[in-house]
């Protein structure tokens, strides 16, 4: 496969500090969700992998300016 296109089911990963601009909220927040066990994260060497399932269901339902999950959550964005 070339170019930035992903399988239809994969799984997609968002960072510590692409989670907290979601969910507009600090980083070190977010690494204490981790911590808590509230949010849903895999440990990626030293560094944390958050799949976007466990960041969506916090996003609320009404896109803000017009934006959707996916424009959110789209790499190249």
Request: proline share 9%.
């Amino acid at each position: 496969m070339t170019g930035n296109t992903s399988p239809p089911n994969s799984a997609r990963f968002l960072t510590i500090f692409e989670a907290a601009t979601i969910l507009r909220v600090s980083k070190q927040t977010v690494y204490r969700l981790v911590r808590a066990g509230d949010l849903e994260a895999i440990r990626v060497g030293r560094s944390f992998r958050i799949p976007t399932h466990a960041v969506r269901p916090q996003v609320p339902a009404v896109p803000r300016q017009g934006r959707t999950w996916d424009d959110l959550t789209d790499p190249s964005s």
